[in-house]
């Protein structure tokens, strides 16, 4: 019973560079989200979707792509990475308005 | 978009103090949620709790949603509890999604 996981763990890639976060969940959850956490914002939705191939932006999405071709997978890529994007990201899901979210990846641009 | 103000900002308290955290919002709630942030980083959720009153063991949380605001009880404090505890709202139409509060961070000493 994993629930939701998130990959990898830890990343460390240079500014310009494209980088892939992976969440996967085992619970079927329509919703997934993500988010990232800095110090002095707390938490800031980026994307999130209500089902397969339907996505939509969140507070803060410029600079991200997504797409959930599956109900349980929901990839965000950073596609030139950029040093303001250093942060822990979170991928979260949800039935219905309860959210249980992933371990968090941390992500730093050098 | 809706505004979500934490109080306090940060507590410490000794083992077995019970605390009171708050949580105002500015427009009227169709989903609030409690999470707790532990030391190590992992996000668990509390409650759901858009009015009304629940308990959870030595954890309760009542709404107002009247009144735009939320209280998280914690009741003989122990280490565990500590880290950062967060209020999440999201508005009747959904269109701003959730947005978190700064959150409280609480330090129980042993």
């Known amino acids: 019973d994993a629930g939701i996981t998130q990959s990898p763990r830890y990343k460390i890639t240079e500014t310009g560079r494209q980088v892939t976060l992976m969440c996967h969940q085992t619970?079927?959850?329509?919703?997934m989200f993500w988010y990232r956490q800095d110090l002095g914002h707390g938490l800031r939705l980026i994307y999130y979707?209500?089902?397969?191939?339907?996505?939509d932006k969140g507070e803060v999405p410029d600079g991200y792509v997504v797409s959930r071709s599956k109900t349980e997978n929901f990839p965000l890529t950073l596609e030139s990475a950029t040093r303001s994007q250093t942060s822990v990201y979170f991928c979260?899901?949800?039935?219905?308005?309860?959210?249980?979210f992933g371990p968090g990846t941390r992500l730093t641009v050098t | 978009g809706i505004q979500v103000e934490q109080s306090p900002p940060d507590l410490i308290l000794q083992e077995g103090a019970n605390s009171t955290l708050r949580c105002n919002f500015s427009d009227s709630v169709n989903n609030l949620q409690w999470f707790h942030q532990n030391p190590w980083g992992q996000l668990i959720n509390l409650f759901y709790i858009p009015s009304g009153t629940k308990q959870n063991g030595r954890l309760s949380a009542t709404t107002v949603a009247t009144e735009r605001y939320s209280l998280l009880y914690i009741s003989s404090s122990q280490t565990t509890d500590s880290g950062v505890y967060f209020c999440?709202?999201?508005?009747?139409?959904?269109?701003?999604?959730?947005?978190f509060g700064k959150g409280t961070r609480l330090h129980i000493l042993p």
């Open positions: 619970w079927s959850h329509s919703y």
């Open positions: 999440a709202v999201e508005r009747m139409n959904r269109d701003d999604k959730i947005i």
């Open positions: 979707s209500a089902a397969a191939d339907i996505t």
């Open positions: 979260a899901s949800s039935a219905s308005y309860e959210q249980y």
